[in-house]
């Protein structure tokens, strides 16, 4: 008995040749589309067996958006997702929206249409390769990087961070001072600023503190201030030689 179904994918031609392969296998198409602000509406108001909901960008905020919509709405609808091969979060993801099955946008059309059918009849569908590699990275999960450094930089002001950027390249307080257009004393006041916030007691420590928790990664390029050489607005003037 053949599925009455729908196909909504990123790509128009994709989605009308998927459509007609699974015509000829006998099954019902109601509607091959692209996935615009009105797919979640055509679905709902088709309310086919299943759909095929194929994209690119399982990862995208949102992407599975429209799962959300369709099982609210039309909880008897079966979503089988057609994608890349996405982390294990990804397919968390699109089970947790709804979707009913998760394959492979390469699958021959057998494995596809078999996925249909075991979601109509209500199965939890995801193609054993994918599973393999989803508990594969569960098992052996990829590093991490060290957050450390975002929460330091959250805590300095981007006037702090490119200082602390200019310590770090070995520039003296003269020469942050001419680089950043203010007054040596408020260069020595934002280096002070920067040490006590960091927790560290020295330029070097500072440094290296930055280095290893990648926060210098993720620091914008230092660049030269706008103010005029001298001092900067309301900053206290540079005593007399």
Do not use: W
């Amino acid at each position: 008995m053949g599925v009455r179904l729908m196909v909504v994918d990123d790509h128009r031609l994709l989605a009308e040749a998927l459509a007609s392969a699974l015509k000829l296998r006998g099954h019902r198409v109601l509607a091959a589309a692209a996935p615009a602000a009105g797919a979640a509406e055509l679905v709902v108001s088709r309310s086919p067996e299943v759909c095929l909901l194929g994209t690119a960008t399982p990862a995208e905020p949102g992407a599975f958006d429209p799962i959300v919509r369709i099982k609210r709405e039309r909880p008897q609808v079966a979503v089988v997702v057609l994608g890349p091969v996405p982390s294990p979060r990804g397919i968390a993801a699109a089970f947790a929206a709804g979707a009913s099955g998760y394959v492979r946008h390469d699958e021959r059309i057998e494995g596809v249409e078999r996925a249909m059918v075991k979601a109509r009849a209500g199965e939890a569908v995801v193609a054993p390769q994918l599973l393999q590699g989803a508990f594969a990275e569960l098992l052996n999960p990829a590093a991490q990087p060290d957050d450390e450094g975002q929460r330091l930089l959250r805590m300095l002001t981007p006037r702090e961070v490119e200082v602390l950027v200019r310590v770090a390249e070995g520039e003296d307080t003269r020469l942050i001072a001419a680089g950043m257009g203010i007054a040596p004393s408020t260069a020595r006041t934002h280096v002070q600023r920067v040490l006590m916030k960091l927790g560290v007691g020295s330029r070097l420590e500072a440094a290296a503190l930055a280095a290893r928790t990648g926060l210098l990664d993720r620091a914008p390029a230092a660049a030269p201030s706008p103010a005029p050489a001298g001092r900067e607005p309301g900053s206290p003037a540079e005593p007399a030689p």
